[in-house]
């Protein structure tokens, strides 16, 4: 182990849990200690634990104890931080997933940043501005947003540039690809009954069966495309919990609108090379959640070369196309949307898809979250979006598809991320090293 690695204490969902938080913090502190500049201690969260032993992570790779995880309860509580800054004094703090799971941290950051740095991985679905979570970004050292819509909140709150910057989820490129045509048929004729004929649309929805991912809406959606195209073109899979209690019955739903002869159904974890082949075998995949702060899906399918249908909102409307290349301010949806809505009627900038604009901008909210706007789209704009994807044939959705891919790998890419990662640590650990050493950071004994 070097000594003269960083400790990076890292608090989020288990980095070895298959959810879309632990996979990309796997995928970040693997980059990370590839650089041989640091070591990570993570509190690994978010599942029930049938072991509470620290780990020691591929000792064969990154070396003896660079990468320990200690599993906890919920993300972790005071006590365990105190305990950890003690005894293993990290040079930095890491966090990532929902602000709301981290309210007893900001609760001690004056201990936390007595030792070390605080920054924080965000991702806040919509606006208006979360002026109620102002407190949090003033008692964290640095915020990286990993979506242009987080980025654009905080410009509009007008916090100090210098402590928050834009640093996208990723993925690796040889994850999600395209695979031979003869492969991706062959798949599809196996696995998918009535519905594997290659010339057989199949439009793809890969999400939480949750309300605010509209799987209902999904499903109507897909009905009124069917009325369109004729019910013999075309089948919908679905990959998610069929009863979900934070969701619907899809199945009773699709019985109810008359399609369930025309749906495909995935409710087992799959591994990421099986859901590649979902992602190749699909025509389109489609994304009408009203409130999505990044939508790893919708990249996913972009990586795997296939268009995507997709509400204009949160961080899908930076997915759907390249209409914000050049933009630096994006801190107004109105401008933005009406920017994009502009340029997609002109057919001007790139789009890997359609855009689905919202029609209606609901204002929802709970007591810890008093305002927040759900984006709604209509099923029919939903339903043309399809229509208009079916009517490029295949190989015109894989040509478009080859070139979003191309897009999504430079704008996605796992190297930038590392590398953007890599210098907002070593900025924000060294500033916080030299505030120490004039004396500006206040010291204490835990």
């Known amino acids: ?30 980059g990370l200690l590839k650089t041989g500049k640091y070591r990570f201690f993570c509190f690994g969260g978010a599942i029930q634990h049938p072991d509470y032993r620290i780990q020691n992570i591929a000792p064969e790779i990154f070396g003896d104890a660079n990468w320990l995880i200690m599993p906890v309860d919920g993300h972790g509580n005071k006590e365990q931080l105190r305990k950890t800054l003690r005894e ?24 936390v940043r007595a030792v070390c740095p605080l920054l924080y991985w965000h991702v806040w679905d919509n606006d208006p501005t979360p ?3 102002r407190s949090f970004y003033e008692s964290t050292d640095f ?15 007008k916090l100090d540039p210098k402590r928050f910057n834009y640093i996208p989820h990723a993925l690796p490129a040889d994850l999600f690809k395209p695979l031979p045509e003869d492969d991706v048929m062959r798949f599809k004729v196996t ?38 195209v004729g019910h013999d073109e075309a089948a919908l899979m679905m990959h998610t919990a069929l009863r979900d209690p934070e969701g619907q019955d899809i199945v009773a739903v699709a019985r109810q609108l ?44 972009l990586f795997a070369g296939t268009p995507i249908v997709a509400n204009f909102t949160g961080g899908l409307q930076f997915q759907i196309g390249d209409w914000w290349n050049k933009r630096l301010d994006f801190s107004s949806q109105e401008e933005m949307t ?19 604009f919202p029609e209606v901008r609901s204002l929802v909210g709970s007591q810890q979250v008093p305002f927040i706007y759900d984006d709604l789209c209509s ?18 959705r894989k040509a478009l598809g080859l070139q979003a891919r191309e897009w999504a790998v430079t704008n996605f890419g796992m190297d930038s991320m590392i590398q953007s990662w890599d210098r907002t640590l070593t900025e924000t650990v060294s500033k916080h090293e030299a505030e120490r050493a004039a004396g500006a950071v206040r010291t204490c004994t835990l």
């Open 191 to 228: 696995n998918y009954g009535p519905h594997g004929k290659p010339k057989k649309f199949i439009a793809f929805w890969n999400n939480r069966n949750a309300r605010r991912k509209h799987p209902g809406d999904v499903l109507n959606s897909f009905k009124l495309f069917l009325d369109e």
């Open 258 to 301: 008359g399609i369930e002869r025309n749906m495909i159904f995935s409710d087992q974890q799959v591994d990421p090379s099986q859901l590649n082949l979902f992602y190749n075998t699909a025509d389109v995949t489609i994304n009408i959640a009203s409130n999505e702060g990044f939508g790893l899906a919708t990249l996913e399918s």
């Open 1 to 30: 182990m070097s000594e003269d690695r960083k400790k990076i204490l890292f608090i989020s969902d288990h980095p070895l849990a298959p959810s879309g938080v632990g996979n990309q913090a796997k995928y970040l502190i693997e």
């Open 131 to 133: 002026v109620y979570n």
């Open 88 to 111: 293993e004094r990290p040079d930095a703090v890491v966090m990532f997933t929902d602000p709301r799971f981290f309210t007893w941290v900001w609760e001690m950051e004056d201990e």
């Open 143 to 157: 915020v990286s947003c990993l979506s242009l819509k987080t980025y654009g909140l905080l410009q509009d709150m």
């Open 338 to 356: 009406k920017d994009a809505r502009k340029k997609w009627q002109n057919k001007q900038a790139n789009w890997w898809g359609v855009p689905v």
């Open 379 to 396: 099923n029919q704009q939903a339903a043309k979006g399809l229509v208009h994807i079916y009517k490029m044939g295949r190989k015109g």
